[in-house]
Structure formats: structure tokens, C-alpha cells
Nanobody, 116 residues
Framework: QVQLADSGGGLVQPGGSLRLSCVAS????????MTWYRQAPGKERELVAS????????NYADSVKGRFTISRDNTKNTVNLEMNSLKPEDTAVYYC?????????WGQGTLVTVSS
């Protein structure tokens, strides 16, 4: 079955950096677009960044453009999110996502806390 394992979250000071990773299994990873979402306390889940199957297209939320970079390695079934210049408003649980056959699959989430 589809499994997504998120990791890499933690506590970081404003202006710092973190790298999130998601290891996928149970489906042909290389042919599916992948997406990172986040959900802050008391807010709805929002799309952060997406990447096409061969990395040709990458899209970002306006709030993270220029600071976050999404990438993938189809040989390792992984998708990463490099986060720089982190702000307190980036504090959230971050989830890896794939939509396959009209169904959404989610990682367990990894908590990112940006605080001094």
C-alpha cells in the first residue's frame, strides 16, 4: 500500500534553515507529482510546494517563494523541501502528499517550529 514517511522537522530560530524529506513506497513514485502541505494551529491545511514527476515544473505558495525549494530523487523515491530564511509564521506540521487514482495519501507529518 501507499506509504509516505515524513521527517526532518524541529525547532529552529527565525532566519534559520531546515530540510524536510519524504520517503515514498507502494506506488510507482517516478510518474506522480508530489506535494508538500502544511497546517498551522487553528488554520486549514495549505499547499506549500509541488513538483512534477520529472521535476520540470515546480510551484510554490506566494508566502514561501524565494525561500523554499522542492526537489525529488526518483532513484531514491524521495521528495525534499529545503526551507531557508524561516519565519515564525512558517510554524506548522508539514505533510507530504500524493494523489493517486483520485485519492489523496498523506505522510504522518513533521512539526516545524520557528521560534527564538
Amino acid at each position: 500500500q501507499v506509504q509516505l514517511a515524513d521527517s526532518g522537522g524541529g525547532l529552529v530560530q527565525p532566519g534559520g534553515s531546515l530540510r524536510l524529506s519524504c520517503v515514498a513506497s507502494g506506488f510507482p513514485f517516478s510518474i506522480y507529482p508530489m506535494t508538500w502541505y502544511r497546517q498551522a494551529p487553528g488554520k486549514e491545511r495549505e499547499l506549500v510546494a509541488s513538483i512534477s514527476s520529472a521535476s520540470a515544473r515546480r510551484n510554490y505558495a506566494d508566502s514561501v517563494k524565494g525561500r523554499f525549494t522542492i526537489s525529488r530523487d526518483n532513484t531514491k523515491n524521495t521528495v525534499n523541501l529545503e526551507m531557508n530564511s524561516l519565519k515564525p509564521e512558517d510554524t506548522a506540521v508539514y505533510y507530504c502528499n500524493v494523489r493517486r487514482e483520485s485519492k489523496d495519501y498523506w505522510g504522518q507529518g513533521t512539526l516545524v517550529t520557528v521560534s527564538s
